[in-house]
């Protein structure tokens, strides 16, 4: 909530700043000091040493405590060979041992603990120089207001043109490479590195229109490529409805064929029934019994042609009961004949 009231606060003075300075405009910017961190070697280093102390002391403190682990089951494992006095003893120690490993632990990762004064001490210096590199910045550049990106400060947008992140880093590396110089040209090299450029918002401007025209010409770049996108779909979907429509009708072709076929096997078996009318036309004279329908004599015929089915069906069931029978006679004389 504090750092939302800030926040708040710092823009009604931008406002009132902007009024007052309308001819020339407010001018902000930003930093973000986690990326800064990142990319400072000693920093870095520093970081990796002071992990690895800490993973030390981390595995220090888990070994003694699993010891004090071991105790206390080795206790309640003998406590049926020893008195109340000794058990009482004991756990008094063991209850002791564990209190002082907390207290180190406390000592080491606590909110006044060795891990977090030594950070504070490796982070101290850096915060620093990105101070002095930020005021420099702001001065050199006539910049109104610099904020960090990755304070508790909400921040919603942030265009990258006005990110000073890189200009902080280069100027902390110069700093460092001045401090770390050998002899009088290095220093004076360092020293000219280091100097700022003052702000020219002419050139400013002339690259801000230039920025501008090329967002633009991205812009309809994009929107040339979303209509070829666009229209490459259209021909991709109108492809394939000609496509199911092609395969439609060679379905509607093929069914047809089939249609046809079935008719055509219809015809056929009519023509047998109307053959099989002829052929019983001199017994229904004789017998005088009532003309039959085509749907009577097609299944006239469909049962004879049945029943013929059946009587071959029958008489192959038959030969082969038979050739068994005749197998089996034979292997009965053949085993008698052992016998004998």
Known sequence: MQNNVLFLLTLVAMLSLSSLNAQRGVRIAYIDTEYILENVPEYQEATQQLNAKAQKWKNEIQQKLAAVEQKREALNNEKALLTTELIEERQEDIDFEEAEILDYQQKRFGPNGDLFIQKKQLM?????????????????RKYDFIFDKSSDATMLFSAKQYDLSEQVLRSITRTAKRTQAQNRAERKAAEEEELIPEVNEELEAREKALEEKKEARAEAVEKRRQEILAAREAKKKEAEERRQKILEEREKARQARLDARNQTDTSEETEEVENGEETTQPSAEKTEEAPKTQAELIEENRQRKLAEREARQKELEERKQKILEERQKRRDSIINARKN
């Open 124 to 140: 101290q210096p850096v915060q620093d120089q990105i101070f002095a590199a930020v005021q420099d910045l702001a001065e050199g």
